[in-house]
């Protein structure tokens, strides 16, 4: 097979995005992964390399500034794998993201410049791409499953009274809105603030990271009683973003219910499916989602040298 590398320009991004649909098709993901303003934000922020194979693209990669680090992601089309293309695409990434210069011809080379640390990240790695990740001396360092429920499937039943009944009999459950927000950033930050990574956020940089134009508040909800508040669940088109609930509420069927309930106003709203993303650490939610009929379709990944 002959392989012509090239970099890549914004003129290529619609066999990037091709060559992405074909990954998500064999690899499972997020069809998002492959749209034009996720791709940009990858390939265009950066230098990008390709390698075509009879006019098409068959591998790419980029490698983009991030804080004080340098990303590199990377897809390989599942008709060329096994071939040594995802190794040889690696190598230029890894060479890429810490550039050097070469200083001497008859004496040694030495190489001078400060390395920028190196982060790899994907969107569905693959066993062969793990083992080729750590054979480079890298680590996993960050890792989260994702889900897909089909919609039209039932969802699972519940004890009598119906959720929203049985919360309210304690608890009472709000939707999103300038009001309630504050509420809602209450149950996030008492329900996570024992996770491992929280990010301590403000509320105005977590309502800034949550609300966008595919939020939806109406389904999104927060359970509050008189010991203050219980659980929140906040939801955007086809995507569960975050559901917790506070320590003393957990195991007491909150967060099911929550879900249950959300889950059932996006169906209401012509929702066929509907994703979320759990971290490989947290297992409980894993089980809560499991039993809720999610699946697993595909792991994102985060990669960086071993220390």
Known sequence: MALEWTALSPADMPAIADLARRCVAHDGGLQATASPSFLERRYAAGMAVGAFADGRLVACGAVRPVGDASTATGLVDPGHRGKGLGSGLLDRLIGEARPVRLIGEARPVRLIGEARPVRLETESVTPEAHALFLSRGLRQTFAEDIYRRDLSRPLPPEPEPEPELELELELEVLEWSRDTEGVFYEAYSASFADRPGFPGWSR?????????????????????GAGGTAGFVACAEGFLIQI????????????????????????TRGATEVFLDVNVNNPASAALFRGLGFEVIARRARYEPVD
Not at 204 to 224: G, I, Q
């Open 244 to 267: 917790g609930a506070v320590p003393g509420w957990r195991r007491r069927g909150l967060a099911r219910a929550l879900a249950v309930a959300a889950l059932g106003r996006m169906r």
């Open 204 to 224: 105005e940089e977590w309502v800034d990271w949550l609300v966008d134009d595919e939020f939806l508040p109406e389904c999104s909800l927060v359970a509050r």
